[in-house]
Protein backbone atom coordinates (compact mmCIF):
# COMPACT_ATOMS: atom_id res chain seq x y z
CA UNK A 1 0.00 0.00 0.00
CA UNK A 2 0.66 3.57 -0.56
CA UNK A 3 2.61 5.31 2.69
CA UNK A 4 4.56 8.34 2.96
CA UNK A 5 5.95 8.45 6.40
CA UNK A 6 7.84 11.63 7.52
CA UNK A 7 10.73 13.02 9.75
CA UNK A 8 10.13 13.51 13.47
CA UNK A 9 9.41 16.57 15.62
CA UNK A 10 11.71 19.71 15.64
CA UNK A 11 12.52 22.10 17.75
CA UNK A 12 13.95 25.66 16.01
CA UNK A 13 16.10 29.17 17.40
CA UNK A 14 14.34 32.02 14.54
CA UNK A 15 17.06 32.74 11.89
CA UNK A 16 17.44 28.90 11.59
CA UNK A 17 16.79 26.22 8.53
CA UNK A 18 14.93 23.02 9.38
CA UNK A 19 14.85 20.15 6.57
CA UNK A 20 12.04 17.32 6.65
CA UNK A 21 12.07 14.04 4.79
CA UNK A 22 9.32 12.11 3.53
CA UNK A 23 10.56 8.59 2.59
CA UNK A 24 7.65 7.00 0.00
CA UNK A 25 6.68 3.09 -0.59
CA UNK A 26 4.25 1.32 -2.36
CA UNK A 27 4.34 2.95 -5.24
CA UNK A 28 6.76 4.12 -8.28
CA UNK A 29 8.47 6.85 -6.76
CA UNK A 30 9.48 8.92 -9.99
CA UNK A 31 5.51 8.54 -11.39
CA UNK A 32 4.44 11.17 -9.42
CA UNK A 33 4.79 14.87 -7.77
CA UNK A 34 5.80 15.44 -4.32
CA UNK A 35 3.62 18.30 -2.61
CA UNK A 36 4.32 19.85 0.41
CA UNK A 37 1.71 21.35 2.28
CA UNK A 38 1.82 23.07 5.63
CA UNK A 39 -0.59 23.82 9.07
CA UNK A 40 -0.23 26.26 11.39
CA UNK A 41 -1.96 25.71 14.80
CA UNK A 42 -5.80 26.21 14.65
CA UNK A 43 -5.47 27.37 10.90
CA UNK A 44 -6.39 25.61 7.61
CA UNK A 45 -3.76 24.04 5.25
CA UNK A 46 -1.40 25.98 3.01
CA UNK A 47 0.05 24.75 -0.32
CA UNK A 48 3.73 25.27 0.03
CA UNK A 49 4.90 23.43 -3.36
CA UNK A 50 5.68 20.49 -5.46
CA UNK A 51 8.31 18.23 -7.25
CA UNK A 52 9.03 15.91 -9.98
CA UNK A 53 10.89 13.34 -8.40
CA UNK A 54 12.14 12.15 -12.15
CA UNK A 55 13.57 15.58 -13.29
CA UNK A 56 13.71 17.27 -10.44
CA UNK A 57 11.62 20.25 -11.62
CA UNK A 58 9.84 22.32 -8.59
CA UNK A 59 7.48 24.87 -8.62
CA UNK A 60 6.95 26.80 -5.16
CA UNK A 61 4.26 29.53 -3.74
CA UNK A 62 5.73 33.03 -4.19
CA UNK A 63 5.52 33.39 -0.41
CA UNK A 64 8.12 30.78 0.40
CA UNK A 65 10.13 31.64 -2.90
CA UNK A 66 14.03 31.93 -1.73
CA UNK A 67 13.51 30.61 1.09
CA UNK A 68 12.02 26.81 0.23
CA UNK A 69 14.32 24.38 -1.26
CA UNK A 70 12.34 20.75 -2.65
CA UNK A 71 14.63 18.03 -3.57
CA UNK A 72 13.90 14.24 -4.08
CA UNK A 73 16.47 11.30 -3.46
CA UNK A 74 15.22 8.83 -6.10
CA UNK A 75 17.45 5.68 -4.90
CA UNK A 76 15.84 6.24 -1.97
CA UNK A 77 12.37 7.12 -2.91
CA UNK A 78 12.70 9.89 -0.20
CA UNK A 79 11.44 13.39 -0.50
CA UNK A 80 13.35 16.38 1.59
CA UNK A 81 11.47 19.98 1.89
CA UNK A 82 14.49 22.82 3.22
CA UNK A 83 13.00 26.02 4.91
CA UNK A 84 15.23 28.90 5.48
CA UNK A 85 15.40 31.80 8.18
CA UNK A 86 12.94 30.61 10.34
CA UNK A 87 10.22 32.64 12.61
CA UNK A 88 7.76 32.32 14.66
CA UNK A 89 4.95 32.30 12.22
CA UNK A 90 6.91 29.02 10.59
CA UNK A 91 5.68 26.84 13.79
CA UNK A 92 3.41 24.50 11.94
CA UNK A 93 2.85 20.96 10.74
CA UNK A 94 4.53 20.36 7.74
CA UNK A 95 3.04 17.43 5.36
CA UNK A 96 4.40 15.82 2.24
CA UNK A 97 1.24 14.61 0.11
CA UNK A 98 1.42 12.48 -3.16
CA UNK A 99 0.42 14.32 -6.46
CA UNK A 100 -1.20 13.35 -9.56
CA UNK A 101 0.33 10.45 -12.00
CA UNK A 102 2.07 12.04 -14.65
CA UNK A 103 1.60 10.59 -18.01
CA UNK A 104 -1.95 9.96 -17.08
CA UNK A 105 -5.26 10.43 -19.39
CA UNK A 106 -6.59 14.23 -18.32
CA UNK A 107 -9.76 12.68 -17.96
CA UNK A 108 -8.42 9.78 -15.39
CA UNK A 109 -5.83 11.95 -13.34
CA UNK A 110 -6.24 12.83 -9.66
CA UNK A 111 -5.78 16.12 -9.67
CA UNK A 112 -5.36 16.20 -5.69
CA UNK A 113 -3.19 14.90 -3.19
CA UNK A 114 -4.07 11.11 -2.60
CA UNK A 115 -1.84 10.21 -0.25
CA UNK A 116 0.00 12.30 2.49
CA UNK A 117 2.41 12.13 5.08
CA UNK A 118 1.20 11.96 9.12
CA UNK A 119 3.31 15.22 9.49
CA UNK A 120 5.83 16.88 10.82
CA UNK A 121 5.96 19.32 13.97
CA UNK A 122 8.47 21.93 13.34
CA UNK A 123 7.92 24.65 16.36
CA UNK A 124 10.52 28.05 16.20
CA UNK A 125 11.17 29.73 19.39
CA UNK A 126 13.94 31.36 21.25
CA UNK B 1 -4.20 34.01 -5.92
CA UNK B 2 -7.51 32.05 -5.79
CA UNK B 3 -9.40 32.83 -2.62
CA UNK B 4 -12.16 30.13 -1.93
CA UNK B 5 -14.42 30.62 0.51
CA UNK B 6 -16.20 27.90 2.66
CA UNK B 7 -19.13 28.62 4.50
CA UNK B 8 -20.78 27.50 7.14
CA UNK B 9 -17.91 27.55 9.63
CA UNK B 10 -19.81 25.09 11.53
CA UNK B 11 -22.44 22.75 10.97
CA UNK B 12 -24.06 21.20 14.14
CA UNK B 13 -26.11 17.99 12.68
CA UNK B 14 -27.48 14.73 14.05
CA UNK B 15 -26.84 11.25 12.98
CA UNK B 16 -28.37 10.57 9.85
CA UNK B 17 -29.03 13.89 8.95
CA UNK B 18 -27.56 15.57 5.63
CA UNK B 19 -24.97 18.02 5.73
CA UNK B 20 -24.17 20.38 2.56
CA UNK B 21 -21.20 22.41 2.73
CA UNK B 22 -20.26 25.27 0.28
CA UNK B 23 -16.68 26.52 -1.20
CA UNK B 24 -17.26 29.68 -3.38
CA UNK B 25 -13.93 30.70 -5.41
CA UNK B 26 -12.96 33.95 -6.35
CA UNK B 27 -12.59 33.09 -10.45
CA UNK B 28 -13.88 30.08 -12.02
CA UNK B 29 -12.30 26.44 -11.40
CA UNK B 30 -12.62 24.04 -13.87
CA UNK B 31 -14.35 20.76 -12.65
CA UNK B 32 -10.96 18.48 -13.00
CA UNK B 33 -9.14 20.72 -10.35
CA UNK B 34 -11.66 20.68 -7.51
CA UNK B 35 -11.08 18.30 -4.16
CA UNK B 36 -12.55 18.24 -0.91
CA UNK B 37 -10.78 16.59 2.31
CA UNK B 38 -11.91 15.30 5.46
CA UNK B 39 -9.28 16.10 8.63
CA UNK B 40 -9.63 14.93 11.69
CA UNK B 41 -7.96 16.04 14.96
CA UNK B 42 -4.19 15.11 14.90
CA UNK B 43 -4.64 13.39 11.68
CA UNK B 44 -3.41 14.33 8.28
CA UNK B 45 -5.83 15.32 5.42
CA UNK B 46 -8.03 13.00 3.63
CA UNK B 47 -9.26 12.94 -0.05
CA UNK B 48 -12.82 12.41 0.12
CA UNK B 49 -13.40 13.97 -3.71
CA UNK B 50 -11.65 15.53 -6.44
CA UNK B 51 -13.01 16.45 -9.74
CA UNK B 52 -15.73 18.11 -7.84
CA UNK B 53 -17.76 15.02 -7.89
CA UNK B 54 -15.71 11.80 -7.90
CA UNK B 55 -14.69 9.62 -5.06
CA UNK B 56 -11.75 7.67 -5.02
CA UNK B 57 -11.41 4.27 -3.78
CA UNK B 58 -13.05 3.41 -0.12
CA UNK B 59 -14.73 6.75 0.49
CA UNK B 60 -18.72 6.32 0.95
CA UNK B 61 -21.39 7.04 -1.27
CA UNK B 62 -22.88 8.85 1.09
CA UNK B 63 -20.04 11.57 -0.01
CA UNK B 64 -20.78 13.35 -3.18
CA UNK B 65 -19.69 16.46 -4.80
CA UNK B 66 -21.42 18.65 -7.18
CA UNK B 67 -21.14 22.33 -8.54
CA UNK B 68 -18.83 24.52 -11.56
CA UNK B 69 -17.39 27.38 -12.30
CA UNK B 70 -17.20 29.27 -8.95
CA UNK B 71 -19.43 27.25 -6.96
CA UNK B 72 -18.79 24.00 -5.17
CA UNK B 73 -20.81 21.92 -2.77
CA UNK B 74 -19.86 18.61 -0.74
CA UNK B 75 -22.58 16.89 0.85
CA UNK B 76 -22.36 14.15 3.34
CA UNK B 77 -25.72 12.04 3.60
CA UNK B 78 -26.97 9.86 6.41
CA UNK B 79 -24.40 11.16 9.01
CA UNK B 80 -22.41 9.25 11.33
CA UNK B 81 -20.46 10.19 14.11
CA UNK B 82 -17.21 8.84 12.33
CA UNK B 83 -18.25 12.05 9.76
CA UNK B 84 -17.13 14.84 12.68
CA UNK B 85 -14.46 16.85 10.89
CA UNK B 86 -12.56 19.53 9.35
CA UNK B 87 -13.82 19.54 5.49
CA UNK B 88 -11.62 21.88 3.04
CA UNK B 89 -11.97 22.28 -0.75
CA UNK B 90 -9.09 22.98 -2.79
CA UNK B 91 -8.33 23.98 -6.33
CA UNK B 92 -5.12 22.13 -7.26
CA UNK B 93 -4.46 22.64 -11.06
CA UNK B 94 -5.90 25.80 -12.10
CA UNK B 95 -3.17 28.18 -10.81
CA UNK B 96 -0.47 28.23 -8.23
CA UNK B 97 -0.71 28.62 -5.65
CA UNK B 98 -3.54 25.55 -5.44
CA UNK B 99 -5.19 27.26 -2.46
CA UNK B 100 -7.03 25.84 0.09
CA UNK B 101 -10.49 26.83 2.14
CA UNK B 102 -10.44 28.05 5.54
CA UNK B 103 -12.28 24.71 6.50
CA UNK B 104 -15.91 23.69 7.81
CA UNK B 105 -16.07 21.91 10.58
CA UNK B 106 -19.12 19.44 11.23
CA UNK B 107 -20.25 18.40 14.48
CA UNK B 108 -22.49 15.36 15.10
CA UNK B 109 -24.88 15.95 17.95
Known amino acids: QVQLVQSGAEVKKPGASVKVSCKAS????????INWVRQAPGQGPEWMGW????????GYAQKFQGRVTMTTDPSMTTAYMHLSSLTSEDTAVYYC???????????????????WGQGTLVSVSS | EIVLTQSPGTLSLSPGERATLSCRAS???????LAWYQQKPGQAPRLVIY???RRPNGISDRFSGSGSGTDFTLTISRLEPEDSAVYYCQQFGNSRPYTFGQGTKVEIK
Open chain 1, 51 to 58: MNPKDGNT
Open chain 2, 51 to 53: GAS
Open chain 1, 97 to 115: GRGPLRGSPYDETVFALDH
Open chain 2, 27 to 33: QTVSNSY
Open chain 1, 26 to 33: GYTFTSHD
